[in-house]
């Protein structure tokens, strides 16, 4: 979760709801096209092991902060393999393509558009990334830890 790296390592401008909304309320439905995305580093730039490939990464917030303890956006990124031990807690749903997370047990589980699933923040994951890939997300940091 190449996100989970940018947003703890990165500080980017983001309010607490940005002004191009007129209502509090964002959509992430399946069938709805994602727009303002931005480009996002490279993940060797966040400290973020990629295993194959050149995945690219790229992202908005839609509320909350990227330093935490709360944000919810939409993150994408091109096909490959990263590991990364991740900085805080998330819930996520895929919105499009197919992603392997393999957790630190060596657990592998494969999730495609309208799945659902949470990371724990600490836990070592890896990510192979099969195609195009989107998700929309809420996390979670956890400060006192």
Not at 61 to 74: R, S, T
Not at 119 to 136: D, R, V
């Amino acid at each position: 979760m190449a996100l989970i790296s940018v947003l703890s390592g990165k500080k980017q401008a983001c309010t607490l709801l940005p002004k191009s909304w007129e209502k509090p309320i964002q959509s992430y439905k399946l069938s709805s096209t994602q727009t303002g995305l931005e480009s996002w580093p490279e993940f060797e730039e966040e400290g973020v092991e990629v295993l194959d490939g050149n995945p690219q990464q790229s992202g908005r917030i839609d509320w909350g902060n990227v330093e935490g303890p709360l944000a919810v956006g939409v993150w994408e990124c091109s096909p490959g393999k990263v590991r990364l031990v991740n900085p805080f807690s998330e819930y996520c749903t895929v919105t499009e393509g197919r992603v392997t997370v393999t957790d630190g047990d060596g657990k592998q589980t494969t999730f495609g558009p309208g799945d659902s699933f949470f990371i724990a923040q600490g836990e070592t994951s890896t990510w192979e990334i099969h195609e195009a890939f989107q998700k929309s997300f809420f996390f979670h940091v956890n400060t006192s830890e």
